[in-house]
């Protein structure tokens, strides 16, 4: 039974592009969840989609969008990146009306 | 405004002694909480589980963590640690009636365990 799976492991960009991060649910999990853990910090909650829409958003600016597909994997993207993006971002999966979320092994995201 | 504090950021214990990591946290509804454990450059694996009815809740590798609601504390304890448990371990809530993505973490608690 494979977990959840993100992709790409490690990434590196310039002050100013955009970066598109993809993460794929545990097995029979139909709701993504996408969080961003700093240096040194707790992971911090960025949004929520459940059949393809966006349900919750944390405290993030618009320039964190995101998207799910039919076959529930998701993707975050990030525009117009700033040095304080750098960050290891988690995709958690679950199922609708259960509480607990499992996650992935993260993407390294270093902004230069 | 909920949040999560977990008390101590580094806590040094040697093999085989106990350890207790304290989280506490602030909510005026009713909460859930997990404890998670994040081993050196990956992610979170899920440790334990409050949810609802025993305060005591067991999890994987023996530990196990007792929830205090007039405390509003969810410590997480083990009595006899192992080399391997060296990790950073994190607290987190969620609330009922609030979107059940919506988990608020707390910055960490780094256990060293030295032989």
């Known amino acids: 039974d494979a977990g959840v799976t993100q992709s790409p492991t490690h990434l590196i960009k310039t002050r100013g592009q955009q970066v598109t991060l993809r993460c794929s649910p545990k097995s029979g999990h139909d709701t993504v969840s996408w969080y961003q853990q700093a240096l040194g910090q707790g992971p911090q909650f960025i949004f929520q989609y459940y059949e393809e829409e966006e349900r919750q958003r944390g405290n993030f600016p618009d320039r964190f969008s995101g998207h799910q597909f039919p076959n529930y994997s998701s993707e975050l993207n990030v525009n117009a990146l700033l040095l304080g993006d750098s960050a290891l971002y988690l995709c958690a999966s679950s199922l609708a009306g259960s509480y607990e979320q499992y996650f992935g092994p993260g993407t390294r995201l270093t902004v230069t | 405004a909920q949040s999560v504090t977990q008390l101590d950021s580094q806590v040094p214990v040697f093999e085989e002694a106990p350890v207790e990591l304290r989280c506490n946290y602030s909510?005026?509804?009713?909460?859930?909480l997990f404890w998670y454990v994040q081993y050196p450059n990956q992610g979170l694996q899920l440790l334990l589980k409050y949810l609802s009815g025993s305060t005591l809740v067991k999890g994987i590798n023996g530990f196990e963590a007792e929830f205090n609601k007039s405390q509003t504390s969810f410590h997480l304890r083990k009595p006899s640690v192992h080399i391997s448990d060296t990790a950073e371990y994190f607290c987190a809530v969620g609330h009922y009636g609030g979107s059940q993505g919506n988990l608020i973490f707390g910055k960490g608690t780094k256990l060293s365990v030295k032989p």
């Open positions: 909510s005026s509804v009713s909460v859930y």
